[in-house]
């Protein structure tokens, strides 16, 4: 099945900074989603890119598809955008998730 | 349009029970697909249900089962709960098999 990993597994940064989380996959995928889990354990949907780029606000997307890696991107960062940050592909009528990046925003 | 609602929002068990989460799709969504949370890792998925009829279904054990009812709202049934079900139980809907998800706010489920 496909794999999907993340990096880096842990982001420590202080408020202001800029930074970039990495997803590889292992095959072509229709659809790549990003997520932030808030504290409650809830998903939030970032971005729904199957490729190309897209913005919103201090966060933008970049997908490609033939490589296999997307990238997202927090500029300008604040403590609330700490948590943890999923990649997950679609294969087979289901979404395979990373492990996650952890990212802690200090102020 | 209301989200994704899952029921009840914790819960605790005892090893050998029974339990049954609930989960209301998004509007117009007919599609809802189940995930398993351990602490630390990613989610996992259980199941998919489309137009009532299972989907597709992961590396879970048949104690793990599911339905889907003509409004496309959808139960997780697990019996003879163990200690390693305690979990955060995600349920997501989407318009189709193939399109944008949209999680719920989980079941935390605590086996003892």
């Known amino acids: 099945g496909i794999q999907v990993e993340q990096s880096p597994p842990d982001l420590i940064l202080q408020e202001g900074a800029n930074s970039t989380l990495r997803c590889n996959f292992s095959?072509?995928?229709?659809?790549l989603q990003w997520f932030h889990q808030n504290p409650w354990g809830q998903l939030i949907n970032l971005f729904y890119i199957p490729s190309g780029t897209k913005q919103n606000g201090r966060l933008s997307a970049t997908t490609v598809a033939t490589e296999r890696y997307s990238l997202l991107y927090i500029s300008s960062s604040q403590t609330t955008d700490s948590g943890v940050y999923f990649c997950a592909v679609e294969g087979a009528q289901k979404l395979v998730f990373g492990q996650g990046t952890r990212l802690t925003i200090n102020p | 349009e209301t989200g994704v609602t899952q029921s009840p929002t914790h819960l605790i068990k005892t090893r050998g029970q029974q339990v049954t989460l609930r989960c209301s799709s998004q509007?117009?969504?007919?599609?809802v697909s189940w995930y398993q949370q351990a602490l630390g890792q990613g989610p996992q998925f259980i199941f998919q249900y489309y137009r009532e009829e299972e989907n597709g279904r992961g590396n879970f054990p048949p104690r793990f089962s599911g339905l889907q009812f003509p409004n496309y709202s959808s139960e997780l049934n697990v019996n003879a709960l163990e200690l390693d079900d305690s979990a955060l139980y995600l349920c997501?809907?989407?318009?189709?098999?193939?399109?944008?998800?949209?999680f719920g706010q989980g079941t935390r489920l605590t086996v003892v």
């Open positions: 095959d072509s995928v229709n659809n």
């Open positions: 509007s117009g969504h007919n599609t």
């Open positions: 997501a809907s989407s318009l189709n098999q193939y399109t944008e998800a949209f």
